[in-house]
Nanobody, 115 residues
Framework: QVELVESGGGLVQAGGSLRLSCAAS????????MGWYRQAPGKQHELVAA???????DYADSVKGRFTISRDDAKNTVFLQMDSLKPEDTAVYYC?????????WGQGTQVTVSS
């Protein structure tokens, strides 16, 4: 079992920045990848950014150049640095961890970007 706790969401003006954190605990030794997803009202759940255990990263086209995913293995934490935020980035952001045969989700954190 893996537990994920997100933090760092909030309200920010367009052009501002936020940093989300996702702290993992439990059976973290076999996590292959972690990522951030988001869901805005009336829209589909979508991948924002992901990072593998080897450090490879992937980003949605809409956030490339603005968001950066990183991790601190010593703290079992994954971060999402979000810069140049836009109103269309407003959503609930969820952390995801992938193990062989299992997927885990955090509870979500709200990000609201005002224009």
């Amino acid at each position: 079992q893996v537990e994920l706790v997100e933090s760092g969401g909030g309200l920010v003006q367009a052009g501002g920045s936020l940093r989300l954190s996702c702290a993992a605990s439990g059976s973290i030794f076999s996590i292959n990848a972690m990522g951030w997803y988001r869901q805005a009202p009336g829209k589909q759940h979508e991948l924002v950014a992901a990072i593998t255990r080897y450090g490879s990263t992937d980003y949605a086209d809409s956030v490339k150049g603005r968001f950066t995913i990183s991790r601190d293995d010593a703290k079992n934490t994954v971060f999402l640095q979000m810069d140049s935020l836009k109103p269309e980035d407003t959503a609930v952001y969820y952390c995801k961890a992938v193990r062989p045969m299992a997927i885990y989700w955090g509870q979500g954190t709200q990000v609201t970007v005002s224009s």
